[in-house]
């Protein structure tokens, strides 16, 4: 078997990758613009400098998930994909997984530019 | 996507069952010996069991019934608000029915028929003899009854909760002082308790008790689903644990978390509640679509189409639903940014919800669908569904749901949701699963019946709902004005409301019905090709004759004898040589066999451990501190015991062979075994209640100008910072037993836990003492109030940790664990990592804190 097919070499952490960065990006973005509404400017006061911070998470997120759905990706096309597969492989395994980052990530990339939207329409803290 | 239309046999390298059919004495000895083995007992000692199939049996049922008394109860609500002004029930008595209605169909229906279920046919789904920890799941299901019956109960005594099921403070503290608020509060804390208990079970079932060969790739969705339902548990319960925990102070001790004038605010139990209460929808929607998805392929006679996008739906899914518990909160103003943020994830979860839809619709156009009770249900649930979600959509937009908010609309929007993604998915599943519970079928014509009943019922009581709302008809008011429009509405409701009744009366009449006279049905009555239906009918206690090697998704319609090779025991586990209950322990990706688990049998002492912490809790709801210390006390004896007789056993020989050549080892420590996979995940939702606690020290930062308040002392920098440093060292000598006691190094091992006791217990008081030394009175601002919370917290958990340094202790000194059966020491060893952590993190915040702002 190849070295890159044994079971030590996947986890099943690699599909929970793409949604932590999405509750990370959600968590970032809210609490910025939770602190800074309540702490930094007046009620009704302009966003600003949040509006900025949340489109650069929304960027880094966005990248980090883009290099998780290419890892994915390579995966799902692992060895000969043509014709009829057996599932009870351990390249069909690693197949599976792979499609599976790719998959998490395509959501977790849709959600993120969700919830980027807000930021570029508000302009203020009301 | 890929779906497999020729399936070559056995992949190569895969073991083989045994070519020859054994001698029928041995077959003979063998399935004596395991009936033996696996034995229920009779008469009242029935009720030890910790079998799965029992315990199952008994969880579904009681959920059942959980649901008809809350079935019952909207009834009457529907009676009283059939005409404007009507007089059924008093306002005050009205409050508590709609309450009970909703807390019991959420903690006492929805959610514990997913574990319920779970427990009963998870084995089943993996071929396991059982789930990992039996006694655990019988414990959890006894504290599930004395907890809703207490609940249930508190109704005829018009002592029940009144505030609605989210129990919004100030009206569930200051508004109401009656014990109706304490039993909720105390009485779901220990449902909850239960329930995370169940989530370990189900997720170190799911990670390690598959059958050989079951690659992650091959699991059924349901286990899937399972899985990931179950990990949502741990995360989501824990806010609502730590929110009970503060609003029961709060309402016992006048601590002010929620009391605006002195500090508090009633937001941070919003906040809390609802990081529970959106997942928990989730969690009761993913396990009832994973029915569907389980019982769609059999009836389309097709494998389902778009398995990975179908687990895709079941993360995304589990994920997305913790990002939208701010849309609970729209009216509660909030920033508009924020309010777009949660407006943006709760349309976004949508997407994954969608795509499971459209793989069920794909498998029923892939294949030629039969016709049958369970498929109708399916169907029906799936329109109910969608209408739901459609609404779903709307409500999630903010602007709507300033309009729609807190009126009949939502109660219209949930029921679909609820109804369609749960009830009608339960009922289907119901029809489907019954036979491997009695060995019969149900009526397919009382089935049908009952749908079109179910159905019509539904959507006469439901869909008016939507209007009477939009008219502006607000939620939990026991009348209205006729001026408002809506008395035709409300009658159709009523009228509804019935007819729904009368079809979920077939379904109890057909389940309740004698069916002596039936023929059994026939096994694998539905041509299913999933490894549950390899059962007897009726079903024997020992769950699966040999457990199998499994090359496909849908073995009984792939692998060649599958259930030939089975019966006679031809796999894995054919036998029980010692009398002694087992099932085979796998890994996590590719389901290697690793470890032969022995399981523990019937006992009745989760019973009494059921009886003890319970009547710690409702001992407490009457504000008895004594007798409920005592509970505890007895509770923490009885876990003791339950321990130190039941879990670590030594074996009497290192290995054992399982059948087909293979020699796997009887124990296991450290990673390797399930217990320390349970530590594990337990102390995640531990740690999940603490960062909740922890929330709410920083949202009270957030809200005020100055947190820590300048006039408050705090707790000072030295005794935090010594308790801090004193754990630690309680926590590297725990470490340093584990690894003499490795060594066989006797002395040093009970000198490292002596230190470590002593540490611990130095540790406790100098942390404890950061907030008394100062003065801080926790009843005077929710500063002071939530300093103690965090320091309390960690007390508790220092103190249970003495309790295992002594078990520790004892069990090499009673010569129950040895250097190189460890299990007891590499498992509080795990416990102490949480631990340690947690007063790190907690000094941080209390003493760290202040120093920054």
């Keep these: 078997m190849h070295e890159q097919l044994r079971e030590e070499h996947e986890s099943l952490w690699w599909l929970a990758a793409a949604p932590i960065i999405w509750a990370a990006h959600l968590l970032l973005s809210y609490c910025t613009a939770a602190i800074?509404?309540?702490?930094?400017?007046?009620?009704?006061?302009?966003?600003?400098?949040?509006?900025?911070?949340?489109?650069?998470?929304?960027?880094?997120?966005?990248?980090?998930?883009?290099?998780?759905?290419?890892?994915?990706?390579?995966?799902?096309?692992?060895?000969?994909?043509?014709?009829?597969?057996?599932?009870?492989?351990?390249?069909?395994?690693?197949?599976?997984?792979?499609?599976?980052?790719?998959?998490?990530?395509?959501?977790?990339?849709?959600?993120?530019?969700?919830?980027?939207?807000?930021?570029?329409?508000?302009?203020?803290c009301r | 996507m890929t779906v497999d239309v020729e399936r070559p046999p056995t992949p190569p390298g895969d073991p083989e069952p045994l070519p020859e059919r054994p001698p029928e004495s041995l077959i003979r000895a063998q399935a004596e010996r395991l009936r033996k083995t696996w034995k229920t007992p009779e008469g009242l000692a029935y009720f030890t069991s910790v079998n799965n199939t029992q315990v199952g049996l008994w969880y579904t049922a009681m959920t059942l019934v959980f649901f008809l008394y809350a079935?019952?109860?909207?009834?009457?609500?529907?009676?009283?608000?059939?005409?404007?002004?009507?007089?059924?029930?008093?306002?005050?008595?009205?409050?508590?029915?709609?309450?009970?209605?909703?807390?019991?169909?959420?903690?006492?229906?929805?959610?514990?028929?997913?574990?319920?279920?779970?427990?009963?046919?998870?084995?089943?789904?993996?071929?396991?003899?059982?789930?990992?920890?039996?006694?655990?799941?019988?414990?959890?299901?006894?504290?599930?009854?004395?907890?809703?019956?207490?609940?249930c109960g508190s109704l005829f005594f018009n002592a029940a909760p009144s505030g609605g099921w989210f129990m919004y403070p100030p009206l569930t503290s200051k508004y109401q002082p009656g014990i109706g608020a304490d039993m909720w509060l105390l009485g779901f804390s220990f449902i909850e308790v239960a329930a995370i208990a169940a989530a370990v079970e189900m997720i170190v079932g799911v990670l390690k008790c598959r059958p050989p060969g079951m690659r992650v790739n091959l699991m059924p969705l349901y286990a899937w689903y399972v899985l990931v339902a179950a990990a949502m548990i741990l995360f989501a319960f824990p806010p609502l644990i730590a929110g009970s925990l503060l609003l029961e102070v709060e309402r016992a001790f006048s601590w002010p978390f929620f009391v605006p004038t002195r500090g508090g605010d009633p937001l941070l139990w919003q906040h809390l509640f609802w990081l529970f209460g959106h997942p928990e929808v989730y969690i009761i929607f993913l396990p009832s679509i994973a029915l569907?998805?389980?019982?769609?392929?059999?009836?389309?006679?097709?494998?389902?189409?778009?398995?990975?996008?179908?687990?895709?739906?079941?993360?995304?899914?589990?994920?997305?639903?913790?990002?939208?518990?701010?849309?609970?909160?729209?009216?509660?103003?909030?920033?508009?940014?924020?309010?777009?943020?949660?407006?943006?994830?709760?349309?976004?979860?949508?997407?994954?919800?969608?795509?499971?839809?459209?793989?069920?619709?794909?498998?029923?156009?892939?294949?030629?669908?039969?016709?049958?009770?369970?498929?109708?249900?399916?169907?029906?649930?799936?329109?109910?569904?969608?209408?739901?979600?459609?609404?779903?959509?709307?409500?999630?937009?903010?602007?709507?749901?300033?309009?729609?908010?807190?009126?009949?609309?939502?109660?219209?929007?949930?029921?679909?949701?609820?109804?369609?993604g749960a009830v009608f998915p339960i009922l289907a599943g119901l029809y489907y699963f019954y036979p491997l519970v009695d060995g019969k079928k149900l009526s397919d014509r009382l089935g049908k019946i009952a749908f079109w009943f179910v159905f019509v019922g539904f959507n006469v009581a439901f869909m008016p709902m939507h209007l009477s709302g939009l008219r502006g008809m607000p939620r939990r008011v026991f009348t209205y004005s006729e001026d408002l429009g809506v008395s035709g509405l409300n009658l159709t409701s009523t009228v509804g409301a019935f007819?729904?009744?009368?079809?979920?009366?077939?379904?109890?009449?057909?389940?309740?019905?004698?069916?002596?006279?039936?023929?059994?049905?026939?096994?694998?009555?539905?041509?299913?090709?999933?490894?549950?239906?390899?059962?007897?009918?009726?079903?024997?206690?020992?769950?699966?004759?040999?457990?199998?090697?499994?090359?496909?998704?849908?073995?009984?319609w792939d692998q060649p004898n599958f259930l030939r090779d089975i019966d006679e025991g031809r796999f894995y586990l054919p036998d029980a040589a010692e009398g002694r209950r087992e099932t085979i322990v796998t890994s996590a990706i590719d389901a290697r066999p690793l470890q032969c688990q022995r399981l523990p049998g019937n006992t009745s002492m989760t019973i009494v451990a059921a009886l003890t912490t319970g009547g710690f809790f409702i001992f407490g709801t009457f504000h008895l501190w004594w007798p409920a210390l005592l509970s505890l006390a007895a509770a923490i004896g009885v876990f003791w015991y339950w321990l130190w007789t039941g879990t670590a056993h030594l074996?009497?020989?290192?290995?054992?062979?399982?059948?087909?050549?293979?020699?796997?080892?009887?124990?296991?420590?450290?990673?390797?075994?399930?217990?320390?996979?349970?530590?594990?995940?337990?102390?995640?939702?531990?740690?999940?209640?603490?960062?909740?606690?922890?929330?709410?020290?920083?949202?009270?930062?957030?809200?005020?100008?100055?947190?820590?308040?300048?006039?408050?002392?705090?707790?000072?920098?030295?005794?935090?910072?010594?308790?801090?440093?004193?754990?630690?060292?309680?926590?590297?000598?725990?470490?340093?037993?584990?690894?003499?006691?490795?060594?066989?190094?006797?002395?040093?091992?009970y000198a490292a836990l002596v230190l470590a006791l002593l540490l611990t217990a130095a540790g406790g008081i100098a942390l404890v003492e950061g907030p008394r030394s100062t003065g801080l009175d926790p009843t005077t601002h929710c500063y002071p109030a939530t300093v103690w919370m965090l320091v309390l917290w960690n007390a508790l958990h220092l103190a249970i940790g003495m309790i295992m340094h002594l078990y520790c202790f004892a069990r090499?000194?009673?010569?129950?664990?040895?250097?190189?059966?460890?299990?007891?020491?590499?498992?509080?060893?795990?416990?102490?990592?949480?631990t340690a952590l947690t007063v790190v993190i907690t000094v941080l915040v209390i003493a760290g804190f202040p120093l920054a702002t």
């Design chain 1, 36 to 124: 800074f509404c309540q702490k930094l400017v007046e009620r009704g006061g302009p966003l600003g400098a949040a509006r900025l911070a949340i489109v650069v998470y929304s960027v880094v997120a966005l990248g980090a998930l883009l290099a998780l759905g290419v890892r994915g990706y390579r995966r799902h096309r692992y060895g000969d994909t043509t014709g009829t597969r057996h599932l009870d492989t351990p390249e069909d395994r690693h197949r599976f997984l792979g499609f599976a980052t790719v998959l998490l990530a395509g959501v977790a990339g849709v959600a993120v530019i969700y919830q980027a939207l807000p930021a570029l329409f508000i302009g203020s």
């Design chain 2, 71 to 151: 079935g019952v109860l909207a009834l009457i609500m529907r009676l009283q608000l059939a005409q404007p002004g009507n007089r059924v029930v008093t306002p005050e008595l009205y409050n508590q029915i709609f309450t009970v209605h909703g807390s019991v169909m959420m903690f006492l229906f929805a959610i514990p028929i997913f574990e319920a279920i779970a427990v009963l046919l998870l084995p089943q789904m993996l071929g396991a003899r059982d789930l990992p920890f039996p006694r655990l799941s019988a414990f959890g299901f006894w504290c599930f009854v004395l907890g809703g019956v207490f609940l």
């Design chain 2, 292 to 420: 569907i998805a389980m019982i769609v392929p059999t009836f389309a006679r097709t494998p389902i189409v778009g398995y990975g996008w179908v687990v895709l739906a079941a993360i995304g899914t589990g994920f997305l639903s913790f990002g939208l518990w701010v849309h609970h909160m729209y009216t509660t103003g909030l920033p508009g940014i924020s309010l777009g943020i949660f407006s943006a994830a709760s349309s976004a979860v949508a997407i994954p919800t969608g795509v499971q839809f459209f793989c069920f619709i794909a498998t029923l156009l892939a294949g030629r669908v039969v016709r049958s009770t369970p498929i109708l249900f399916i169907i029906g649930g799936l329109a109910v569904f969608v209408l739901g979600g459609l609404t779903g959509v709307m409500v999630a937009i903010a602007s709507f749901d300033f309009q729609a908010h807190d009126s009949f609309f939502v109660v219209a929007h949930f029921h679909y949701v609820l109804i369609g």
């Design chain 2, 499 to 556: 007819i729904l009744a009368i079809g979920i009366g077939v379904v109890a009449v057909d389940v309740l019905r004698p069916k002596k006279q039936q023929p059994l049905a026939a096994r694998n009555p539905w041509n299913a090709g999933t490894l549950e239906w390899v059962q007897e009918m009726p079903g024997e206690d020992w769950g699966i004759r040999s457990i199998p090697e499994i090359d496909s998704r849908y073995p009984l």
């Design chain 2, 651 to 749: 074996p009497e020989k290192d290995q054992k062979d399982v059948g087909l050549g293979l020699t796997l080892p009887l124990y296991a420590s450290g990673s390797g075994s399930v217990g320390y996979w349970g530590v594990f995940i337990t102390m995640l939702a531990d740690l999940a209640a603490f960062a909740s606690l922890v929330f709410g020290y920083f949202f009270f930062w957030t809200i005020h100008e100055d947190f820590p308040p300048v006039h408050e002392a705090g707790p000072g920098l030295l005794w935090p910072s010594l308790g801090a440093a004193t754990v630690l060292g309680a926590w590297g000598c725990t470490f340093a037993a584990r690894e003499l006691n490795k060594r066989d190094n006797a002395r040093g091992y």
């Design chain 2, 812 to 834: 090499r000194w009673f010569g129950r664990m040895t250097a190189r059966y460890d299990i007891d020491i590499c498992n509080v060893t795990l416990y102490w990592h949480f």
